[in-house]
């Protein structure tokens, strides 16, 4: 990988290799050069790369543009009526669930990774199993066990608490995104180091001082990066909060879409929008005073702490923790897909709603890991200020919820590309918006695994830019590619408010037929299309486990 000397490339071989810079004047031509430090890339390749970041971001600013031209009478009446108890609900509702998972999440990642907590090892990867459960899945099987009419009201005459509430809400949406936290910071405890700690203790500190004042500030940035993930989630979550009966932002957004007030949407959905870029500037400005860096050696395994007289106390936390957020939601879609099986629910039917799930989420994949490709290697290899803003524009749609993107898909297909509305691409545009940055996380990561020299020895061969890029490159980083891709897959093919809005007729996907026979209470066909998109989601979290 590194055989071939960087001084073994002489500067006018590459210049001749690289795809020519039109004829322009020569102030130009230095400024085109200065701007991309000497290394331009073929203009085909920044085309491509251009053209993918722009389609990121033309209907989320297509739904701004709206939002914004909707009038100020609408928004008055809005400011007056409806957006204040949204905002109550969902940033109340964000913030109690972002508290508690980052609690769940950190205490859980500390007992399996710095203590003897018994089975600590196969506690590692069963506390991420939550993450295999869509939170409307989750929803609908906590209605199934705590509703009105559900199995603790035939055990003991009535409900134990009411599921449809702001409780109820937030309870089922901490069990199913503490993962994030979790991942992030168990991954930061392992690469921590120990040096801060262990002179901490020679300066006389106890283990709790040590582990407020130590451990715990150089664990912020992780708590931080799974803290945001969550809040974002929350913010975008339609699913759960809608089978909860529980009014937020995306849940008002889709109801104004099934009443045709688009006016109504898009002026939400720029509250919403607004709402999210603030708590990413506000994530992005409590980590820029948190660097901390290992100044040499490697970190070294951390010494496992004796739990004593809290051993047994604390195991019982970490089984209430996953039967709860696992083994009762699985339990729930085991018991009903043998009724639904039983009763014929695996059907002709069954298999269409399967197969438009895979063709779209499948169609989606192998686009956003066709796409991914020419944005990461033009940010690797041609660092500019153009390659950092392309890259950025291709992150548009991954903080922002399913049901915003849709509605811009709307907006953009119903004025300038009706032929196409009302069919499967719509889905798959929105699918490749949502998760394109999924795949570009992975092949960015499998990217910096490949030595530039390798580029520049493929362009002393005599390759063009794209040529490098396909011939050499690609070859290489494809296992990262294909991660990504199945990553894609399955957030795509368990992506439900895009999906209920942007569908053709007559083309269910089984996250909409869950969706609709669930809030029918045919629970019977419901869970076995639940269960297979949960059996769906075990490839990807066996590559994320592996990953951190």
């Not at 008055?76 to 109340?92: A, E, G, K, Y």
């Not at 799974?226 to 909860?244: E, H, M, N, R, T």
């Not at 898009?266 to 901390?292: C, D, H, M, N, P």
């Not at 690797?380 to 803003?389: A, H, K």
């Amino acid at each position: 990988m590194e055989s071939i000397p960087k001084k073994s490339v002489p500067p006018e071989t590459i210049e001749q290799s690289q795809e020519k810079v039109p004829d322009l004047p020569g102030a130009f031509s230095f400024f085109w050069l200065k701007l991309w430090r000497g290394n331009p890339p073929g203009l085909g390749l920044l085309t491509v790369a251009i053209v993918t970041a722009l389609t990121m971001l033309v209907p989320i600013l297509y739904v701004v543009i709206r939002g914004i031209q909707g009038g100020a009478d609408r928004w008055l009446r809005l400011l007056d009526t409806r957006i204040p108890i949204l905002l109550q609900n969902t940033l109340s509702l964000t913030f109690v669930v972002t508290f508690f998972a980052l609690f769940i999440g950190v205490t859980l990642a500390f007992l399996v990774i710095r203590t003897d907590l018994p089975g600590r090892k196969a506690w590692q990867w069963l506390l991420a199993l939550p993450l295999l459960i869509p939170p409307y899945v989750g929803a609908i099987t906590y209605i199934i066990i705590f509703g009105p009419t559900g199995w603790i009201r035939d055990w003991l005459g009535s409900p134990l608490f009411n599921i449809y509430s702001f409780w109820g809400v937030a309870f089922v949406l901490i069990l199913f995104t503490y993962p994030y936290v979790y991942l992030i910071t168990s991954a930061a405890l392992k690469r921590s180091n120990l040096n801060y700690e262990e002179a901490a203790r020679i300066a006389g500190l106890h283990y709790g001082q040590v582990f407020w004042k130590v451990t715990l500030p150089l664990l912020r940035p992780a708590m931080g990066a799974g803290a945001i993930l969550v809040a974002l989630y929350v913010l975008s979550d339609f699913g759960a909060v809608a089978a909860l009966r529980y009014t937020t932002f995306t849940a008002a957004i889709y109801f104004q879409m099934g009443n045709y007030d688009q006016v109504a949407a898009a002026i939400l959905s720029v509250l919403l929008i607004a709402i999210t870029l603030v708590f990413i500037w506000g994530e992005a400005k409590t980590r820029e005073k948190q660097r901390f860096y290992q100044s040499k050696g490697t970190p070294r395994q951390a010494p496992v702490s004796e739990l004593g007289h809290y051993k047994l106390p604390l195991l019982f936390y970490v089984i209430a923790i996953f039967t709860l957020a696992v083994v009762l939601p699985l339990a729930v879609l085991f018991y009903w897909s043998s009724v639904g099986i039983t009763r014929g629910a695996i059907d002709s039917r069954f298999w269409g709603f399967a197969w438009n799930s895979v063709f779209m989420a499948g169609s989606a994949s192998v686009l956003c890991m066709i796409l991914a490709l020419p944005v990461v290697y033009l940010k690797s290899r041609n660092p500019s200020i153009v390659s950092t803003f392309v890259d950025k524009l291709a992150y548009a749609g991954y903080a922002l919820p399913g049901v915003i993107v849709a509605l811009g898909i709307i907006f953009v297909f119903n004025q300038y590309i009706p032929f196409l509305y009302g069919t499967a691409a719509l889905v798959i545009v929105a699918y490749v918006i949502r998760f394109l940055p999924q795949n570009m996380q992975a092949a960015e990561a499998a990217l910096t695994a490949v030595s530039p020299r390798l580029d520049e020895a493929g362009r002393m061969a005599g390759y063009s830019p794209w040529q490098v890029m396909m011939r050499v490159t690609l070859p290489l980083i494809t296992p990262g590619l294909l991660a990504g891709s199945a990553l894609v897959f399955v957030s795509a093919i368990k992506e439900l408010p895009a999906t209920l809005l942007l569908r053709p007729p007559g083309m269910d996907t089984l996250a909409v037929r869950i969706w609709i026979d669930a809030s029918e209470g045919f629970y019977q066909t419901a869970a076995p299309a639940a269960l297979l998109l949960v059996l769906l989601s075990i490839i990807p979290l066996r590559w994320m486990l592996k990953k951190y």
